[in-house]
């Protein structure tokens, strides 16, 4: 057998894995990792932009300097993936595998929604890239009160928790400004409340109400209206705005599409717990790439890629991969500057209260509002840079643990 793995993708998952991957395989496995820059962007911290709390410019790092020697990393665009004859071809080259993890996450698509391009920029702002979230510093900074909409145009989305910390610290953001009073705060979600998990969303549902933030569920964006200012709904509800900060439309990488492996909207099918491509032998994918039911988060990248690890060690030793993944995924919740959530939780389990990552003795709290938990948002970023980038254990199984949780 020859000797090839390549990895799509060098953001966190990518990253992650090729790293890890390159401290438990022998040297004569050969392993390149592809992605179409080299700017490596610490995602979570562009909630914080739009705030100040942090600069958009401090988000974005080299790739190559996170990705260990030995791991040959490739500056092209991805343009197609052959599963039969195990060929990937870039703008530039083509390569040739053994087995392949597949980590080119997704990317808004504010083009898809009807109306937005023309409200873009002018009256319509959002956070989820780097410029976008600067622009929407500088226009947060000019607001001097009305109405700030954020919508979620549609399902699935990235990071399911950054619209509820955003609409916090929006609350935090105007009372430090002294113009609280005379602004409306609205979230308007597809989702039936503020989260995907009931429990969890009843939790932020009610915080919101105690910070005035009103939560109008089940919207589904047809239209937005830049030139009047409002959303309208399928059903045709209209909802006024004088600041629409929305998260578009949310798709997979064309390459995957194109290359025929998607379930329409441009993600990978695969197994739940194997985290193999259903449908293709040797391929593996992790991140926001995948359509596996549990958030697009950068924790889930990391759990996933310690699973997928195991995976192609086993079937390299000619073993069956096992089905360990679980769903799991842990979310730091900003609920104001100096104060966090923390929520940890599976395919099966919701968000329980209790404490993380040492049961009983924290120092994190589950679904609580602390300070300490402010501190562990703020030291992850670092943790992120130096720890978990570097494929590195924290001496956590990927799997959920239950210790510590208050069930019942
Ligand atoms: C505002 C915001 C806040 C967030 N906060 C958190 C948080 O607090 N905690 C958390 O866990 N997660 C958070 N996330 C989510 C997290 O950042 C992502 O889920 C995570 O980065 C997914 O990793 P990934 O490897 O799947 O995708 P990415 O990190 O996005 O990497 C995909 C890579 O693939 C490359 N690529 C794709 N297609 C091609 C192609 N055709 N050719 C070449 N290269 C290609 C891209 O350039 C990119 O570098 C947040 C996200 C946002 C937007």
């Known amino acids: 057998m020859s000797k090839k793995i390549v990895v799509l993708g060098a953001g966190t998952g990518g990253t992650i894995i090729s790293n890890n991957l390159r401290r438990h395989l022998p040297e004569d496995w050969e ?18 932009v739009p705030f100040e709390i942090q600069k958009a410019k401090s988000l974005v790092r080299s790739r190559k300097k996170y990705i260990l020697p030995g791991i040959d990393f490739v500056i092209d665009e991805i ?9 990937i071809r870039t703008k530039n080259h083509t390569f040739s595998y053994d087995f392949l993890v597949i980590s080119t996450g997704c990317k808004i698509a504010p083009e898809e929604n009807d109306g937005l391009m023309d409200a873009w920029g002018r009256n319509a702002f959002t956070f989820y890239s780097v410029e976008g979230a600067d622009l929407l510093r500088q ?21 399911p928790v950054a619209p509820i910390e955003f609409v916090f610290l929006a609350d935090w953001y105007f009372k430090k400004r002294g113009i609280r009073n005379k602004t409306e705060i609205e979230l308007v979600t ?7 998990k009931p429990k969890a969303s009843a939790v932020f549902g009610e915080s919101a109400r105690e910070k005035n933030i009103k939560i109008t569920p089940t919207f589904e964006l047809n239209e937005v209206n830049g030139k009047e200012k409002y959303i309208e709904s399928i059903q045709g509800d209209k909802i006024s705005y004088d600041m629409l900060v929305i998260i578009p439309t ?26 193999r491509a259903l449908k293709h032998d040797r391929i593996y994918v992790i991140g926001d790439a995948t359509n596996v039911p549990t958030s697009k988060a950068g924790s889930v990248a990391h759990y996933e890629a310690d699973v997928v690890v195991f995976n192609i060690m086993a079937e390299i030793h000619g073993i069956k991969p096992e089905e360990i993944y679980d769903g799991h995924s842990t979310c730091f919740i900003v609920y104001s500057k100096g104060t966090s959530s ?13 404490k993380f990552p040492l049961p009983h003795m924290g120092p994190f709290s589950l679904l609580k509002e602390t300070k300490a938990n402010w501190y562990g948002k703020l030291g992850f970023e670092q943790l992120y840079w130096n720890v978990l980038l570097a494929g590195r254990h924290l001496g956590m199984p990927p799997t959920l643990v239950m210790a510590g949780k208050e069930v019942g």
């Open 342 to 354: 923390l929520i940890d939780f599976n395919y099966k389990i919701e968000p329980l209260p209790g």
């Open 139 to 159: 226009k947060l900074k000019e607001f001097d009160g009305g109405k700030l909409v954020l919508n979620i145009a549609e399902l699935p989305f990235k990071c």
């Open 190 to 196: 597809p989702l039936t409340g503020a989260f995907t």
């Open 250 to 275: 949310t798709i997979g990488d064309e390459v995957i599409s194109n290359s025929g492996l998607d379930d329409g909207i441009g993600y990978v099918p695969t197994h739940l717990n194997t985290l």
């Open 31 to 48: 392993i390149t990792v592809i992605d179409r820059d080299d700017r490596h962007i610490y995602q979570p911290g562009m909630l914080f």
């Open 79 to 87: 343009i197609h993936i052959d599963s039969e004859k195990r060929k």
